[in-house]
């Protein structure tokens, strides 16, 4: 939580571990994830409306600076 709340943009956070900040997939694209105690991920999405879109169509993860925390869970079940 402390390296979400000190960042200024999800570009800020760590896509390689402790925090691994990745985008979902599936039924979940449009969220990201980060580690928290394994098994266990926070899952969150872009507080934005619209979400800010790079020149290729991905998210502007430099212009994401406000996320919804959507659930704690351990999605590999």
Known sequence: MAVLLSAA????IPTVPPERCHAMKGDR???YAVNVVHPYRLVFEPDHDPVPRSADGGVD???VTAIVIIEVV???D
């Open 9 to 12: 943009s999800l570009a800020d």
């Open 29 to 31: 694209k449009g969220q």
């Open 61 to 63: 993860l430099a212009a």
């Open 74 to 76: 351990d999605y590999h």
